[in-house]
């Protein structure tokens, strides 16, 4: 059987960081949009102040996850690249750097390989609302 590759981007509207969204809907629409039954898809946000990752998407957890992100790399320290461009986001590249930047989610089946409690989000780090695109490309047979 000769796999299926399939791109696409997926646009979400974010609030200034730290915002999360969830993207699990659109990213199960596109695996089934591609028809693949078992492979992957790897997804990437664009840009250097947002990143990907998982959790359980209940206000708790989001609200705890974002407490986290700010005590690892706070608002109102002295970053470099505030020095150097005075644009007060220096927080929001170094919080997007330690979350990162993709992820990769297997496919079996159909169905993305996610937990009971499992979501995928995008987070904005930035200081300002950020369009943010997350390239996919989903890969299988």
């Known amino acids: 059987m000769k796999p299926t590759i399939f791109s696409g981007i997926i646009e ?32 990437n946000v664009i840009g250097s102040t947002g990143s990907l990752t998982t959790i359980e998407f209940e206000p708790g957890v989001v609200e705890d996850l974002k407490d986290a992100i700010e005590r690892l790399a706070p608002k109102g320290m002295v970053y470099r690249h505030e020095l150097a461009w005075h644009d007060g986001n220096g927080h929001s590249h170094v919080q997007a750097a330690l979350l990162g930047p993709s992820l990769a989610i297997a496919v079996q089946e159909g169905r993305l390989m996610l ?15 950020r369009n943010r695109k997350i390239a996919c490309t989903v890969i299988g047979v």
Request: glycine content about 10%; charged content about 15%.
């Open 115 to 129: 937990g009971a409690w499992q979501q995928i989000v995008v987070i904005n780090h930035d200081n300002k609302p």
């Open 12 to 43: 979400k509207s974010l609030k200034t960081g730290p915002d999360i969204q969830d993207l699990t809907h659109e990213i199960a629409g596109l695996v089934r949009h591609c028809g693949i039954s078992n492979g992957m898809v790897q997804m």
